[in-house]
Nanobody, 114 residues
Framework: VQLVESGGGLVQPGGSLRLSCAAS????????MSWYRQAPGKERELVAR????????NYAASVKGRFTISRDNAKNTVYLQMNSLKSEDTAVYYC????????WGQGTQVTVSS
């Protein structure tokens, strides 16, 4: 199992970014996928989750209405569209899936700053 994130970077407050996570080594369409984030000095927290069908999603209260998780099962990729970004969204963002055990990507840095 391999999860590879991309799309992080530096963005001004109010801006947008789209993160991607390319998955391989398992039957992607059969598993839920999640995005977590970890800010300096804080615990890793769940940002959003999408179930295997793609029809059901969960969001942290802090990102609801601003972030959208989606998946393309044909491309084995999960996305996180982040709009109206705030400084408190600054963190390393990780892709995650449980496939017999926990699997994490390497993380991608998102920095929201003027």
């Amino acid at each position: 199992v391999q999860l590879v994130e991309s799309g992080g970077g530096l963005v001004q407050p109010g801006g947008s970014l789209r993160l991607s996570c390319a998955a391989s080594g398992f039957t992607f369409s059969s598993y839920a996928m999640s995005w977590y984030r970890q800010a300096p000095g804080k615990e890793r927290e769940l940002v959003a989750r999408i179930f295997n069908s793609g029809g059901s999603t969960n969001y942290a209260a802090s990102v609801k209405g601003r972030f959208t998780i989606s998946r393309d099962n044909a491309k084995n990729t999960v996305y996180l569209q982040m709009n109206s970004l705030k400084s408190e969204d600054t963190a390393v963002y990780y892709c995650y899936s449980y496939v017999m055990r926990d699997y994490w990507g390497q993380g991608t840095q998102v920095t929201v700053s003027s």
